[in-house]
């Protein structure tokens, strides 16, 4: 045991020294490239936080292997933009993103994934084919341009901020927004009966049923909530970026990575596991552009070494 300790000492001294050359370097030759691309990385984390933690109800807590889910983030995207060009309405665009995406994933599991509950190989293999069809009839209808989405003028804006000068309102607010969907996910979660029934049916489905509890209409709820969140987060990114054909596998991977990182089934740790992958890219890209992908997948590869079940997972017993 004392060998285990001081091997994880010692790899962790390995990673955290030259990580802490690095910033200091990084923040003393050039402040302002350091501190922009710290802000990009944590609003980027917000973004793929956003993803994620639907990735994490239906992956992570239901353990439904959807792979699917960055299709139904595009699609989300997608319903959203036609809203919102018709109405030029933002908000109600991130509703009907939301709704539309729900609307997919409860049907996806009332007609899909409640026949194949524990079958992960034929829910992997099912999704698969269902994110193939989906991104074509995506592609067929709305073509290969690429669209955007206006925000509200008011935070269509830049704020000043300190070294930086100015930074883009929008990037904040999807910070805070990713910060109040964690916390009201971590209570509806933790702290009411929905979220202890999602909990204990994904534990002993047997014994909830017979205390009296419709599993299947829990467990659709939720799958409708996961997916939900991918269509907001499609909206919410369009606004940030743009929606284009190729984003379902870019966010689908993304979401994969940060569950696995964070851990199973954890708000806080999809929380942990987004931050990191969101500062590794932007640092990435910033300062090693050639290898920047690299750093992402490090990360993971030295989690899974190291704390199998993620940073924030739950060990069996």
């Not at 994620?52 to 960055?70: D, K, Q, Y």
């Not at 699609?75 to 665009?93: E, I, P, R, S």
């Not at 969140?229 to 606004?239: E, R, S």
């Amino acid at each position: 045991m004392n060998r285990m300790r001081l091997s994880n000492w010692f790899w962790l001294a390995v990673i955290a020294i030259p990580l802490a050359v690095f910033v200091v370097w990084a923040s003393v030759t050039n402040p302002r490239q350091f501190v922009s691309t710290l802000l990009n990385g944590v609003t980027l984390a917000a973004l793929y936080f956003l993803v994620a933690s639907g990735f994490t109800l239906v992956f992570g807590l239901m353990r439904n292997v959807n792979l699917a889910h960055g299709s139904l983030y595009l699609f989300g995207a997608y319903m959203g933009w036609v809203v919102g060009d018709a109405t030029d309405d933002w908000f109600l665009a991130v509703a009907v993103g939301f709704a539309s995406a729900a609307l997919v994933g409860f049907l996806l599991q009332v007609s899909i994934f409640r026949f194949m509950q524990g079958q992960e190989l034929r829910q992997t293999m099912v999704t698969i084919g269902l994110s193939i069809v989906l991104a074509d009839l995506m592609l067929w209808w709305f073509g290969g341009e690429i669209y955007s989405f206006d925000p509200p003028r008011a935070i269509f804006k830049s704020i000043p901020m300190i070294v930086v000068g100015k930074y883009p309102t929008y990037r904040i607010v999807v910070l805070a927004i990713a910060i109040v969907i964690g916390l009201v996910l971590w209570w509806f979660l933790n702290r009411t009966k929905v979220g202890m029934m999602i909990r204990a049916g994904v534990d002993d489905r047997q014994m909830l049923a017979a205390s009296g509890v419709n599993v299947q209409r829990v467990f659709a709820i939720t799958f409708a909530i996961g997916a939900g969140l991918a269509g907001l987060a499609g909206v919410i990114g369009g606004t940030a970026l743009s929606v284009s054909p190729g984003e379902d596998t870019r966010y689908l991977m993304a979401s994969l990575v940060v569950v696995i990182v964070g851990g199973m089934g954890s708000i806080p740790g999809a929380a942990v596991g987004a931050l990191l992958i969101g500062l590794a890219e932007q640092f990435g890209l910033a300062y090693a552009p050639t290898y920047g992908v690299v750093f992402t997948f490090l990360i993971m590869v030295l989690v899974l070494a190291f704390r199998p079940t993620g940073i924030l997972g739950r060990r069996s017993a």
